[in-house]
């Protein structure tokens, strides 16, 4: 099992730039997850799938920033514009619903994303 | 009031000894709790869960969930310095898949 897969690992962009992240849940996973780090806000539910389908988009702090899921086995996640203020560690996670979700999570490697 | 509360930390403790770490909630509905381990510059991993009152044991680490009171927290017994990390409570929101998180508590385990 090769976990979840984020790309890229790193990422360094200019204000106003579009910017697309990556990732791959575990074959299988039926719920993704989106978050966000930083120092002063920790971790932030950014939105959620089940089944490619969007469930909860409630976190994603503006219209700038959009995700998609169009199979089981890809997501992305597009800030347009970015701004500086964007810039912060991006995680992918994935996980087994079945009913009684007891299983937590899984995440990526995240995402460390600069905006300058 | 945040939905999970954390102490920042640095909690500070000697090697050999329990490290105790704490989180409250807010969302009375809340049925399943986690916590995490995170070391700098890496992505959270998971310890343990627990959705019943009471005690949970994996190895060295112990579980503990108290409805009434809202409260969780994760002991360490036989504290490591490779156990110096951030330590992440979270709990689902009732009725919801979604898993709120505190802010973490910074662990210092002193050689």
């Not at chain 1, 996980?95 to 905006?115: A, H």
């Not at chain 2, 105790?20 to 009375?28: F, K």
């Not at chain 2, 969930?65 to 360490?76: E, G, H, P, T, W």
Request: include cysteine.
């Amino acid at each position: 099992d090769a976990g979840v897969i984020q790309s890229p690992r790193h990422e360094v962009t200019e204000m106003g730039q579009e910017v697309t992240l990556r990732c791959k849940p575990i074959s299988g996973h039926d719920y993704l997850f989106w978050y966000r780090q930083t120092m002063m806000r920790g971790l932030e539910l950014l939105i959620y799938f089940n089944n490619n389908v969007p469930i909860d988009d409630s976190g994603m702090p503006e219209d700038r920033f959009s995700a998609k899921m169009p199979n089981a086995s890809f997501s992305t996640l597009k800030i347009q514009p970015s701004e500086p203020r964007d810039s912060a560690v991006y995680f992918c996670a994935s996980s087994w619903g079945q009913g009684t979700p007891n299983y937590g999570y899984t995440f990526g490697s995240g995402t460390r994303l600069t905006v300058v | 009031q945040k939905e999970v509360e954390q102490n920042s930390g640095p909690l500070s403790v000697p090697e050999g000894a329990i490290a105790s770490l704490n989180c409250t909630y807010s969302d009375r509905g809340s049925q399943s709790f986690f916590w995490y381990r995170q070391y700098s510059g890496k992505s959270p991993e998971l310890i343990m869960f627990i959705y019943s009152n009471g005690d949970k044991e994996d190895g060295r680490f112990t579980a503990q969930l108290n409805k009434a009171s809202q409260y969780v927290s994760l002991l360490i017994r036989d504290s490591q310095p490779s156990d110096s990390a951030t330590y992440l409570c979270a709990g689902r929101r009732s009725g919801t898949y979604k898993y709120i998180f505190g802010t973490g508590t910074r662990l210092k385990v002193l050689a």
